[in-house]
C-alpha cells in the first residue's frame, strides 16, 4: 500500500541553528523548503530530508540517514577538512587508519551531525 509512495528520513534538532549551519555549511546541502516543522533537504536524483526542531535526544546507535557517494576515500578526506569527525569501530572490516569498512558488496564510513543523529556514507562495489 505504502511502497507507491516518496519517503524521507526526518533528523531531530535540539538546536536548529547549529544543525542548519552543519548541514548546509559543512556538507553543502541546500534547503528546498523552509516548513513550520523544520527544513526539508533536497539531495540527488529526487531525495531528500527533513532536520526538525525536537527536544527528544537519537540514540546515535544506528545509521539515521545513508548517503551514496562515488569516491568513498575521496570524500571522507574532504569532509575532515570540512571539520567532520569520523566514528571508529572495532571489526575486522574495519580500518581505523581511514575511516572505512569494507564489505563484499560496499565500502562505507560514519560520522554524527551536531545533533547526535548517526550518518553514514557509502560507495556500492561497481557502482557509483
Known amino acids: 500500500?505504502?511502497?507507491?509512495?516518496?519517503?524521507?528520513?526526518?533528523?531531530?534538532?535540539?538546536?536548529?541553528?547549529?544543525?542548519?549551519?552543519?548541514?548546509?555549511?559543512?556538507?553543502?546541502?541546500?534547503?528546498?523548503?523552509?516548513?513550520?516543522?523544520?527544513?526539508?533537504?533536497?539531495?540527488?536524483?529526487?531525495?531528500?530530508?527533513l532536520v526538525f526542531p525536537s527536544s527528544g535526544k537519537p540514540s546515535g546507535d544506528h545509521t539515521q540517514v545513508g548517503i551514496t557517494v562515488d569516491d568513498l576515500p575521496t570524500t571522507v578526506r574532504e569532509l575532515e577538512s570540512r571539520g567532520v569527525t569520523f566514528e571508529d569501530y572495532d571489526f575486522p572490516q574495519f580500518d581505523r587508519a581511514t575511516h572505512v569498512a569494507t564489505f563484499p558488496a560496499n565500502r562505507s564510513a560514519w560520522f554524527k551531525d551536531t545533533e547526535g543523529n548517526l550518518l553514514g556514507i557509502v560507495q556500492f562495489v561497481g557502482q557509483g
Open 1 to 49: 500500500m505504502l511502497g507507491r509512495y516518496r519517503v524521507h528520513p526526518t533528523l531531530p534538532a535540539a538546536d536548529m541553528a547549529r544543525a542548519r549551519r552543519f548541514y548546509e555549511d559543512v556538507l553543502g546541502f541546500e534547503p528546498s523548503a523552509e516548513l513550520p516543522g523544520g527544513v526539508m533537504y533536497g539531495a540527488g536524483e529526487g531525495s531528500r530530508f
